[in-house]
C-alpha cells in the first residue's frame, strides 16, 4: 500500500530536549516536505527536499533542521525544541514536477501532535 | 504572510445544501489548484485539482471554478452530506511543485 509514515503520532516533550520526527515513503517520490498546522494558519511549509541531498527552507524554517541522505526517509529535527513549536505536524511526498499528469498529487502521512511543555 | 487566502474560516449548512468555499492568490507563477479534504486525525488527502487552462471542473459532487483573471477559484459541494463534514484546504503550486496551502475551512453539515 502507497503511503507516509511518519512516527511518533504523540509525543510530550520538554523544552530544550532535542527530538526527531521520523517521515517514510514506499512510493520512490523525489519531492518531500514538511508542514506544521496550527488552527487558522493553515498548514505551512518547514522545509521541503527536491531529491537526496537536496534540501531547502520554506516558510517557517526556524528551530528545524533537516535531512535527506535516502530517497525514502525525511526526518525533521528540532535541536532545541521551545513551547511555540507545540503544533501538528505533517510530512507530504509527492513524484518531481512535469510527470504524466503535469502535477503531483501530495500525499500526506497521518501527523504528529506535539507538545512541548 | 498566507500566499493563498480562503474564507471562510468555518462554514455551517444543512444536509442538501451546496457550501462553497473561496480561495485567491496573487503569485502569477502558481499554475495548479488542488482541493484537499481532511478528516479528525488524518492527514489531509487530495480532492479534486484544476489547471489554469480550464474554468471549471466537476468530479462529482465537487465542483471547482477558477477565475484566472481575477487569481480567483471556489470550491462547490453539491448535494452536500454529513459524510462531507471536514477541513477543506485549498491551494497552489508552480512547476518546481513548490505547494502553498490556505488557512482552511472546517465544515459541519447537519442531517
Known amino acids: 500500500e502507497a503511503q507516509v509514515t511518519q512516527n511518533p503520532r504523540y509525543l510530550i516533550t520538554v523544552t530544550g530536549k532535542k527530538l526527531t520526527v521520523t517521515c517514510s515513503q514506499n512510493m520512490n517520490h523525489e519531492y518531500m516536505s514538511w508542514y506544521r498546522q496550527d488552527p487558522g494558519l493553515g498548514l505551512r511549509q518547514i522545509y521541503y527536499s527536491m531529491n537526496v541531498e537536496v534540501t531547502d527552507k520554506g516558510d517557517v524554517p526556524e528551530g528545524y533542521k533537516v535531512s535527506r541522505k535516502e530517497k525514502r526517509n525525511f526526518p525533521l529535527i528540532l535541536e532545541s525544541p521551545s513551547p511555540n513549536q507545540t503544533s501538528l505536524y505533517f510530512c507530504?511526498?509527492?513524484?518531481?514536477?512535469?510527470?504524466?499528469?503535469?502535477?503531483?498529487?501530495?500525499?500526506f502521512g497521518q501527523g504528529t501532535r506535539l507538545t512541548v511543555v | 504572510q498566507q500566499q493563498v487566502k480562503q474564507s471562510p474560516q468555518s462554514l455551517i449548512v444543512q444536509k442538501g445544501g451546496i457550501p462553497i468555499i473561496n480561495c485567491a492568490y496573487e503569485?502569477?507563477?502558481?499554475?495548479?489548484f488542488p482541493w484537499y479534504q481532511q478528516f479528525p486525525g488524518k492527514g489531509p488527502a487530495l480532492l479534486i485539482a484544476i489547471r489554469p487552462d480550464v474554468s471549471e471542473k466537476k468530479e462529482g459532487r465537487f465542483t471547482i471554478s477558477f477565475n484566472k483573471s481575477a487569481k480567483q477559484f471556489s470550491l462547490h459541494i453539491m448535494d452536500s452530506q454529513p459524510g462531507d463534514s471536514a477541513t477543506y484546504f485549498c491551494?497552489?503550486?508552480?512547476?518546481?511543485?513548490?505547494?502553498?496551502f490556505g488557512a482552511g475551512t472546517r465544515l459541519t453539515v447537519k442531517p
Open positions: 507530504a511526498s509527492s513524484s518531481s514536477p512535469g510527470t504524466h499528469a503535469g502535477r503531483a498529487e501530495a500525499f
Open positions: 503569485n502569477t507563477a502558481f499554475d495548479y
Open positions: 491551494a497552489a503550486s508552480d512547476n518546481n511543485n513548490d505547494m502553498r
